[in-house]
């Protein structure tokens, strides 16, 4: 009998703990398979790092729609700190994926506090990535030494109200 109870409570106990830890989520993977191997830095002027300073602006502005665009670059180094540059007859492509929040209908969501707002980046002619539209392709004018151009705009997507904003986005470059 008290074997049949030790067995009982085992089997429950494997129950219970196995429900406990089921759960769904997602593992994004990304990478790239390239001729050029180059470490990337994000650059605005002149000043090189991993932050965009996208300004502090009012309410009233964010809702008017008119924050500036912001100019930045994905700056290309070797290992032996030259620029990477695109080869004649080559290209490289960027591919972008939202690092927080997710994409929505004006750019990347916002983290931050400020609600109704969003990172809006965009390529070098100025055409908004997306959930549907997250690669540009760069050849060897558009790049002069190593940098490869884009803009970010802190813009609206719905009306905004004052806090943070806070967005991230991962990148991968492979140069063919």
């Known amino acids: 009998m008290k074997t049949k109870m030790t067995l009982a409570a085992v089997l429950l106990g494997a129950l219970v703990s196995s429900s406990a830890f ?10 790239s398979v390239s001729d050029t191997t180059c470490d990337f830095v994000g650059e605005q002027n002149g000043a090189q790092g991993n932050s965009i300073d996208l300004g502090t602006h009012t309410v009233a502005v964010v809702n008017g ?9 994905l ?10 540059e695109i080869e004649a007859g080559k290209s490289v492509d960027v591919s972008w ?3 927080s929040g997710a994409w929505d ?11 109704n707002t969003a990172v809006k980046l965009m390529d070098k002619t100025g055409k908004e990535f997306s959930a549907v539209r997250d690669t540009v392709n760069y050849v060897p ?4 030494g190593g940098a490869l151009p884009f803009k970010a705009q802190l ?12 967005s991230a986005a991962k990148f991968a470059v492979a140069y063919k």
């Open 22 to 31: 089921a759960n769904t989520g997602t593992i994004n993977f990304i990478g």
């Open 65 to 73: 729609g008119t924050t500036p665009v912001i100019d930045f670059a």
């Open 75 to 84: 700056v290309g180094k070797k290992s032996d700190g030259t620029a990477c």
């Open 97 to 99: 994926i939202p690092a």
């Open 105 to 115: 209908a004006m750019g990347l969501q916002n983290t931050g506090t400020a609600t």
């Open 141 to 144: 004018a558009d790049a002069v």
């Open 155 to 166: 813009v609206k997507s719905g009306v905004a109200t004052a806090g943070t904003v806070i």
